[in-house]
């Protein structure tokens, strides 16, 4: 037997079988700067076969269309050809044990309609297996049109073909165009999902020691939570400015516990802070900009740089409806006086979009949400808002708008890449 | 101009990678050419006389200025710094290498454009009116819709490998822009008495070798019914199209062995399954696609009824030849011309790319179209600002005042680049348009369409005069047809005679035009002409032109 890979509702997709020896690959060499032809030809190792693909399955012989319509043996499985008129079978599918349509050429779709109308018109839900000229390529758009075994053509890589069944994760037919509202909602959230996911991949790989800089906000539990499940070398860090909330301290603790992994507890410099409260007051924010800026560059800008240090990415959960001075956030960007880059994957995420993800992935989010807080910092400085109050209303309330941010996330430090 | 969301950045996303890995396995040496065939051809990558050639979707023609930046910076790095914009408002890169084709492809991607299905037996790019949503006799915006179908056909499982390519246009207008008659499924939407979005279906229209008028099957279907209607036709089609002889693959070959009637029965009993099923559009789905149009806010129309524009005769004469009314009356649409002397139909080098972005950006809203006729458009200029944009698109050499006149000739790339051409149709076109320049504004519209061999990407079938290439002898020889059109129901192109010398073209040529010159009838278009007298009157151009090189 060549190789099968089958898609089983309960063990997902496997491969039986084994590959045949096949020659070493020849690299194809392409010369395409100048006139002429482009490239060499790779050949097909396999030959089409002229007539039907297979005379028989693992448990027994393979009838046509025709034979079995004209009245096959019991539990015999049916091989359907191209040209073959599937709804001949209407009302007759029941018991066949297994129903294969060969493909003679990768170009001949056919067998996709076949597929479809045995399906969605026939009802037919025994095992549909499509044999022939089929390779890892078709796959995917083979699973999709019902088919759950694949008899691959000899020259195929199992491997190859079980990663192909997990090319596209949200495509458009069915829901995504015609669906309904709920029916579109989720899949917009399955696709910010895998897109957070590619993105998270694509920083793991590309930076050296990447770190997301957790405030532990639900947009940074949602980061740390894909990190955790996909298992990333991208490390968690916290700046605890010695005035959190218990709440929020308290969520350092849960998530070690929920995830088993390590989440580095960055603190202050103890002597700037000291110097600070005597000479001004612990809680000399209020009085001033200038005070409130010096307290966040102590307790929290300074802090930031330390743990940064020797990093060449960091990754943050800001999100463009967060506030009106990140209407215009990139999803990465330069980071300038650090001189590295940073990443916002949440940049296009909604808070709705964040608590749908919650709670599809069932995350620890600190109990101040449920209060009222939409944006917990500090405890001094955070307060909680009503519903139609601006998002950003709940920071440093008694300042301009356009003063309150904490310096971690300045637009002059920064710029589009 | 349409926003992405998280989809369709992930399907994008997704198809780079996926092709990214394809083309690893290729030159691996793991993929054979027949295999890698189909999948590099559904990514737009053809393998073409000189070097590989990418084509990029321009879905129903519409660009942001953020697009047009990255496609002419993508030329710079990758090509030979231009773009080729062609007959399908599609764009071309002519000399891209296999290797980097994907790294283009993610370039694009940052941007929301692909190439995916912009080749291949499988639905390809969807298109339709360039003046669509601001044409002034639009009866219905065909841009959600055509999204709905882009979407619906993208990757869509069962139709990828269909026995020939397959395309698909929409038309909302009065006047039909996007020639509808000459696709293999085609849309014109209207509004029935009741106000309600109908749509006639025409199926097997096409060009090539084997050029066909489509017929209409239905006449009346509901817009809620779109893709259940597509999806029986597409099945149909897939079931019974042949798949022996690549010829003879095409939906029209299919619908004329049939008989449109056949073909509509067919359909129409496969259509009975899915009719009010799953894929029935709703009110909901199709305001949630037109919602993610922003177009521009043009504000109320102002009061000042005529603006006074300069006298300028150059001006003038763009004014008229160039500039289209919208609905909106302080507004207008502005064609760029890319019908240049020297410069092949359709072609923009990078430099030329950043000015039209940037001059969307200060005159349209951001926002550029792609005309089915190679050229460009700005769909929102102020009207107020219609001298000050003339001045400037001057100095670039884009106001040549020629929409639609003889200049404006659409030819498919031919010899330079096409490995299937018989004809360096190119060159031809530029003698065509020098020598009908001189008369050109006195024979008003006309549209000279001209094709490197009988596959018609250069449309010579619907041309009022259509110019083929064929070899004789390893020469290149031309056919000459007359009083094709692509609008109004669409109209073949008669042969007027034997083929005849590329040498002779530009005469003959001229030949017909001054033919129509003598036989029109009060403020009669050639095209008008023609349908009063045929094409008999015609026939002489080609034999004087003939005897006089004996
Ligand atoms: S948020 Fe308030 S308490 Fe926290 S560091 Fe800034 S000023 Fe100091
Ligand atoms: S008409 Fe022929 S020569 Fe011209 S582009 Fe098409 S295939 Fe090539």
Not at chain 1, 123 to 131: C, S, V
Not at chain 2, 340 to 349: F, V
Not at chain 2, 419 to 448: D, H, K
Request: aromatic residues 8%; contains cysteine; hydrophobic residues 40%.
């Amino acid at each position: 037997m060549s190789l099968l890979l089958e898609i089983d509702a309960q063990k997902g997709a496997l491969i039986r079988g084994e590959a045949v020896e096949r020659p070493a690959p020849k690299p194809v060499k392409p010369a395409n700067e100048g006139a002429g032809d482009v490239r060499r030809k790779i050949v097909p190792v396999v030959k089409p076969p002229a007539g039907p693909s297979a005379s028989e399955w693992e448990n027994g012989a393979y009838v046509s269309l025709q034979n079995w319509l004209e009245g096959a043996p019991k539990g015999a499985a049916i091989l359907l050809q191209p040209a073959d008129d599937v709804r001949a079978l209407e009302g007759r599918v029941g018991d066949v044990p297994l129903i294969s349509v060969d493909f003679h050429r990768i170009g001949d779709g056919r067998g996709y309609t076949h597929a479809f109308l045995l399906r969605k018109r026939l009802n037919y839900a025994g095992p549909l297996r499509a044999i022939g000229a089929v390779t890892a390529d078709q796959v995917f758009a083979l699973a999709r049109v019902g088919f759950d075994s694949f008899a691959l053509r000899a020259d195929q890589n199992g491997e190859t073909a079980l990663a192909a069944l997990g090319t596209f994760s949200v495509p458009y037919q069915g829901a995504v165009v015609a669906g309904t509202a709920a029916d579109r909602e989720a899949a917009l959230l399955d696709a910010k999902v895998r897109l957070l996911d590619l993105a998270l991949k694509n920083i793991a790989m590309s930076h050296n020691r990447p770190a997301l800089a957790s405030s532990l906000s639900a947009e940074d539990m949602v980061i740390a939570d894909a990190i955790a499940r996909l298992n990333l070398p991208i490390d968690v860090f916290t700046l605890d400015t010695g005035r959190l909330h218990s709440e929020t301290l308290d969520l350092v603790e849960a998530t070690k516990q929920r995830y088993g992994r390590e989440i580095e507890v960055v603190k202050p410099d103890a002597g700037a802070v000291s110097d600070y409260v005597t000479r001004h007051g612990a809680d000399a924010f209020y009085e001033s900009v200038e005070l409130r800026k010096l307290c966040c560059n102590i307790r929290k800008v300074a802090p930031l740089n330390t743990a940064l240090k020797g990093r060449s990415a960091w990754v943050t959960g800001q999100r463009r409806e967060q506030a009106v001075t990140r209407g215009a956030l990139p999803e990465t960007e330069r980071d300038a006086e650090r001189d590295m880059q940073k990443y916002n994957p949440l940049a296009d995420w909604t808070w709705t979009d964040v608590l749908a993800y919650a709670n599809r992935f069932d995350i620890p989010l600190n109990p101040l949400y449920q209060r009222g807080y939409v944006s917990i910092g500090c405890e001094p400085c955070t307060k909680a808002i009503r519903p139609d109050e601006d998002p950003r209303a709940g920071r440093w309330w008694w300042e301009n708008q356009d003063s309150r941010e904490c310096g971690l996330h300045t637009a002059a430090n920064t710029r589009a890449a | 101009m349409y926003r992405y969301d998280a989809v369709d950045r992930l399907i994008v996303e997704e198809r780079v990678a996926q092709f990214r890995d394809q083309t690893e396995r290729y030159l691996a040496g793991l993929l054979d050419e027949d295999a890698f065939k189909p999948l590099r051809l559904q990514n737009g990558l053809y393998i073409q006389k000189h070097a590989p050639m990418l084509r990029i979707a321009i879905p129903y023609g519409v660009l942001s200025s953020e697009q047009v930046r990255m496609l002419s910076s993508i030329a710079r790095r990758y090509d030979r710094s231009y773009v080729h914009f062609t007959t399908r408002q599609n764009l071309q890169y002519n000399w891209p290498k296999v290797e980097d084709v994907w790294k283009i492809l993610a370039e694009l991607a940052t941007v929301s454009m692909h190439a995916i299905q912009t080749s291949g037996s499988c639905v390809r790019n969807i298109t339709t009116d360039p003046f669509a949503g601001v044409a002034a006799d639009e009866i219905v915006d065909p841009r959600p819709y055509c999204e709905i179908m882009r979407q619906w056909s993208t990757l869509h499982p069962e139709f990828a490998a269909l026995p020939r390519k397959f395309k698909v246009a929409f038309n909302g207008a009065k006047e039909d822009r996007a020639a509808i008659y000459v696709h293999d499924l085609a849309f014109d939407l209207y509004r029935d008495q009741a106000g309600e979005v109908r749509m006639k279906v025409l199926v097997g229209g096409g060009q090539g070798r084997t050029p066909r008028i489509a017929a209409v099957i239905k006449d009346d279907l509901h817009w809620t019914e779109l893709l259940t209607y597509s999806e029986a036709v597409l099945r149909t089609y897939n079931k019974l199209g042949r798949r022996d002889n690549i010829f003879k693959a095409r939906i029209k070959i299919q619908v004329e062995a049939l008989g449109a009637e056949e073909f509509a029965r067919l359909t129409n009993e496969e259509w009975a399954h899915l009719k009010n099923g799953p894929n029935t559009l709703t009110q909901e789905a199709l305001d949630r696609v037109a919602a993610h149009f922003v177009d521009p806010v043009l504000g109320a129309p102002s009061e000042a009824a005529s603006q006074n524009l300069p006298t300028d005769a150059r001006f003038r004469e763009w004014m008229t030849q160039n500039v289209v009314d919208v609905r909106h009356p302080d507004y207008a649409a502005v064609n760029i011309s890319l019908k240049r002397k020297d410069i092949a139909p359709g072609d923009a080098t990078s430099d030329e790319m950043d000015a039209i972005a940037d001059i969307a950006d200060r005159y349209s809203f951001s926002e550029v179209r792609v005309n089915h006729t190679q050229n460009l458009v700005l769909p929102y200029v102020a009207r107020a600002k219609l001298f000050e944009l003339w001045a400037e698109l001057d100095k670039l050499g884009f106001a040549r005042p020629n929409i639609s006149l003889a200049s404006d000739i659409i030819c498919c790339p031919g010899g330079d680049f096409c490995s299937l051409a018989n004809a360096r149709s190119i060159p031809l076109s530029a003698r065509v348009a020098e020598r009908l320049e001189p008369i050109e504004s006195e024979l008003g519209p006309l549209a000279i369409k001209m094709s490197g061999c009988i596959n018609a990407c250069g449309h010579h079938h619907v041309g009022h005069i259509g110019i083929l290439g064929v070899e004789k002898g390893g020469e290149d020889w031309y056919q000459v047809l007359v009083g094709g059109r692509a609008d109004k129901g669409g109209r073949l192109a008669s042969l007027l005679g034997k083929a005849v010398r590329e040498d002779d073209i530009p005469a003959i040529v001229e030949g017909i035009a001054r033919t129509y010159l003598n036989q029109r009838q009060n403020g009669e278009t050639f095209i008008d002409t023609f349908e009063r007298i045929g094409a008999e009157p015609f026939k002489p151009a080609l034999e004087i032109s003939e005897q006089a090189q004996a």
